[in-house]
């Protein structure tokens, strides 16, 4: 509609091909999955478009979300290490409960603490606890949201998460959340973050929202 071929496939074959070496798109769908609404199946100009495409077209133009971040990305680190340890319970434990406990935000939560990158939305919590002698012995139930092809709606799962607390310390994770648990947590503050370097530039936010409209 525009005259001229905007270049977007050429780009992304370009830059995010090549198997293992590039995975997906997981911050970008996170991303998505919290500022837009759900697209619906569409035909416009002839074409057709079915619900996963325009999703994948919106998740494009989110490859280089604004956030804030807790923790540090494990990238080789061994496990016990502290960028392996972190997101510290004492951390997860307060923003979990202050951003979406208080400010009702959702949290992204890198699911694996080692170096592979899973982003996954996070919605709801369920938290228990119980004290004794100065330790607070806590069970998190977290609600997140799966990526899933061909459907419509969410399709939620749930991780628990299991740590004690005790003032002044980072709090330790115990039982199977020594070795599962988050790598890091971040809050999305709008669509594109400074630089942007991983995002198709041929895809345009604006021409994907007249198709999702």
């Known amino acids: 509609?525009?005259?001229s071929n905007p270049g977007?496939?050429?780009w992304e074959r370009s830059n995010h091909t090549g198997g293992s070496a590039w995975w997906g798109h997981c911050q970008a769908w996170a991303a998505a999955s919290v500022l837009e609404p759900e697209p619906k199946a569409v035909?416009?100009?002839?074409?057709?478009?079915r619900q996963d495409d325009v999703e994948g077209m919106l998740i494009e133009t989110y490859t280089s979300?604004?956030?804030r971040m807790w923790g540090l990305e494990c990238n080789g680190c061994a496990e016990g290490s502290p960028a392996y340890r972190d997101v510290t319970p004492a951390v997860f434990d307060?923003?979990?409960r202050e951003q979406m406990g208080e400010k009702r935000n959702n949290v992204v939560l890198d699911m694996d603490p080692g170096t592979p990158v899973w982003n996954y939305p996070a919605y709801a919590y369920d938290r228990s606890s119980v004290v004794y002698r100065g330790v607070e012995t806590v069970t998190m139930r977290v609600t997140i949201?799966?990526?899933r092809v061909n459907i419509s709606g969410n399709d939620p799962d749930t991780v628990t998460y299991t740590y004690t607390l005790r003032d002044g310390t980072d709090g330790q994770w115990i039982d199977g959340?020594?070795?599962d648990h988050p790598d890091f947590l971040w809050v999305i503050n709008g669509r594109t973050g400074s630089g942007g370097s991983n995002a198709n530039p041929k895809v345009l936010y604006s021409i994907v929202k007249e198709i999702a409209r």
């Open 1 to 3: 509609t525009r005259g």
């Open 145 to 147: 949201s799966v990526p």
């Open 8 to 10: 977007s496939q050429a």
């Open 94 to 96: 307060s923003v979990m």
């Open 65 to 67: 979300p604004a956030y």
């Open 177 to 179: 959340s020594v070795t």
């Open 43 to 49: 035909t416009k100009e002839g074409i057709q478009f």
